[in-house]
C-alpha cells in the first residue's frame, strides 16, 4: 500500500488511511510585562516580637500587609528575646500559634527569619547557651512543619545581628554546623534555609566546589543557600567577600569577589539566593548590577533597602535590541528577579505506525534564577464542539533552566496522545504550568495572555 505524508505550509496532512490530521502552531512573541509569579520579586519586611502578651494577629495583618499588593514574597521575622534565658513559654508558642495561622491567610510566601535582635546589638539579647538555641528550634518545630507549604526559604540560624549571623558567639565552624543541623531536623526537607556569606556555607557543608552531581549530595547540603544583605554595598558586599584567593585562603574564609561570584553562580543553580542592595556607590550602577545579580542569581530583593539606589535605577533607560528597550531600569531588574520563562515555540507531529499525536513546547528563561520548585506542565486538547476537555501531564521538567548566564538554554515540554483518545473533530491546544509549592499557575513572559484552559500553543482537526 501506498503511504503518502506532507508537510505543506504548517499543516499536516496524512492520505491512505481514515485518519486526516491537520496542525496549526501558534506564534508567539516576548513580552515585558510585569509577572506576579509566585517565589520571586520584591519583598517588605514584616516584624513580630513574640512575648506572653496576648496579641489579636489577625487584626493586625491588613495593616501589616497593606503595602504589599502583588508581592508574591514577604519576609517574616520572629523576635524571641523575650526567651533568650530559657525555653519558649505556653503563652508564647500559642501566640506563635496564632500569629502563623494569621499569616497563612496571607498571599504572599515567606522568607522566614528568627532572631533575637533588631539593633545591631545582639550580643546583649542573644542567648547565653546554644542549647537554648537549640531548644527554640525544636520548640518550634510543629510550626515549622504545619506551615511548610508558606515557607520559600528560612534565612539565618537564630543568631546574629538583625539575625544576620555577624556579631555572634556561636561563629566557630562546630557550633554553625550544629544550629544548621538541628535546623534542618526540624523543618520539611523541601524547606529551604539559608545562611549569610558564601564562607559561612562551606564552613557548614566543607563542600567547595560545585560539581555536576551536587543535587545527590546530602540532604542539609541541597537545601542550604544564601542571603546577602550587603549586595553591591560596596567591592566586599560590607565583608561578605574577602580579598585573597580561594587557594589562599582556604575552605572556611572569604575568597575575593570573582571567586566568590563564581562560586554562588554554580552553588544557585540549585538553592536560592537573595537579600538587600545597599549603599549607593557604582558597583551598583545599573550595568553593574545587572551582571553581578544574573551571576549571583538573585531571586528576591527587599523593596526598602536601599531606596536610593532604586531610585538611580530608576532613572537610568535600557537600551537592549529586545522588548525591554526604552524601559527604565528598576523596572528591568524587577522583570529578571528570580524566573521569567517565555513559550518561543510549539511543533507538532503525526506517527502514521501508532496513529499518535505528538506536541511539544520550546521554553526559556530569561530571569536571574531558575525555578527552585517542581512543577507540573499540562497539556490540555479542547473540543470546540463539545467544550470538554482532555488532559495530558508532560513527564519533563524545567529545573535545568537556569537563567542568569544561561539564558540561551532551553528545554522541551512534549506529550504524545493516541488518537484514538480523542472522540471530537476540532481541538485547541492549550498549555500550562503549575508551581507545586503554591498551587498558583506560572505566567509566561509573552504577549498572548493565558486562559482558562491556559497559552493557547495551536489547533488540531480530525
Not at 499569616?103 to 542567648?127: F, H
Request: aromatic share 12%; hydrophobic share 35%; proline share 3%.
Amino acid at each position: 500500500m501506498f503511504v503518502a505524508f506532507f508537510v505543506l505550509d504548517g499543516f499536516l496532512f496524512y492520505t491512505g488511511h481514515h485518519w486526516r490530521v491537520e496542525v496549526s502552531a501558534a506564534n508567539f512573541t516576548r513580552s515585558e510585562k510585569e509577572l506576579h509569579n509566585p517565589n520571586r520579586g520584591f519583598y517588605y519586611i514584616h516584624g513580630f516580637r513574640i512575648t506572653d502578651e496576648e496579641v489579636d494577629y489577625e487584626a493586625l495583618m491588613p495593616e501589616k500587609f497593606a503595602m504589599d499588593g502583588d508581592n508574591r514574597l514577604a519576609m517574616v521575622q520572629i523576635n524571641l528575646q523575650a526567651y533568650r534565658g530559657g525555653e519558649i513559654s505556653a503563652q508564647g508558642m500559642k501566640n506563635l500559634e496564632n500569629l502563623f495561622q494569621a499569616l497563612e491567610a496571607q498571599k504572599p510566601q515567606w522568607i522566614l527569619r528568627v532572631l533575637y535582635d533588631w539593633y545591631g546589638e545582639n550580643e546583649q539579647y542573644e542567648p547565653e547557651s546554644l542549647e537554648i538555641i537549640l531548644g527554640h528550634m525544636k520548640q518550634m518545630e510543629p510550626l515549622f512543619q504545619k506551615y511548610s507549604h508558606k515557607i520559600f526559604t528560612m534565612q539565618g540560624l537564630f543568631i546574629g545581628n538583625w539575625g544576620e549571623m555577624n556579631g555572634t558567639r556561636y561563629s566557630d565552624e562546630e557550633s554553625m554546623q550544629i544550629l544548621a543541623k538541628q535546623l534542618a531536623a526540624v523543618t520539611e526537607e523541601d524547606t529551604y534555609l539559608s545562611v549569610r556569606m558564601p564562607a559561612q556555607w562551606r564552613k557548614i557543608t566543607h563542600v567547595g566546589e560545585i560539581t555536576e552531581d551536587f543535587p545527590q549530595t546530602d540532604s542539609l547540603t541541597v537545601r542550604l543557600g544564601l542571603f546577602n544583605d550587603g549586595i553591591m554595598g560596596n567591592e566586599s558586599d560590607y565583608g561578605t567577600y574577602g580579598s585573597q584567593s580561594a587557594d589562599e585562603a582556604g575552605l572556611l574564609r572569604p575568597w575575593n569577589r570573582a571567586e566568590e561570584l563564581s562560586f554562588q553562580e554554580a552553588l544557585c543553580r540549585y538553592v536560592p539566593n537573595g537579600g538587600e542592595v545597599i549603599v549607593e556607590n557604582p558597583c551598583n550602577d545599573l550595568e553593574n548590577a545587572f551582571r553581578d545579580m544574573a551571576t549571583m542569581h538573585v531571586t528576591y530583593l527587599n523593596r526598602d533597602y536601599d531606596r536610593k539606589v532604586f531610585e538611580k535605577w530608576e532613572r537610568s533607560t535600557v537600551h537592549t535590541d529586545d522588548c525591554f528597550d526604552g524601559m527604565d531600569g528598576l523596572s528591568y531588574m524587577e522583570r529578571h528577579l528570580g524566573y521569567r520563562l517565555f513559550l518561543e515555540e510549539a511543533a507538532f507531529s503525526f506517527d502514521f505506525w501508532k496513529d499518535s499525536f505528538t506536541a511539544a513546547v520550546t521554553v526559556g528563561n530569561e530571569g536571574f534564577a531558575p525555578l527552585y520548585f517542581t512543577c507540573s506542565a499540562q497539556f490540555c486538547l479542547k473540543d470546540m464542539e463539545s467544550n470538554e476537555s482532555f488532559m495530558v501531564e508532560a513527564p519533563q521538567e524545567l529545573h535545568n533552566l537556569w537563567g542568569g548566564n544561561d539564558t540561551e538554554i532551553r528545554q522541551n515540554l512534549e506529550v504524545t496522545i493516541p488518537l484514538r483518545e480523542l472522540s471530537g473533530k476540532h481541538y485547541e491546544i492549550y498549555l500550562t504550568v503549575t508551581d507545586s509549592a503554591t498551587g498558583d499557575r506560572i505566567a509566561f513572559a509573552n504577549e498572548q495572555e493565558e486562559q482558562e484552559p491556559g497559552y493557547l500553543i495551536g489547533t488540531l482537526d480530525l
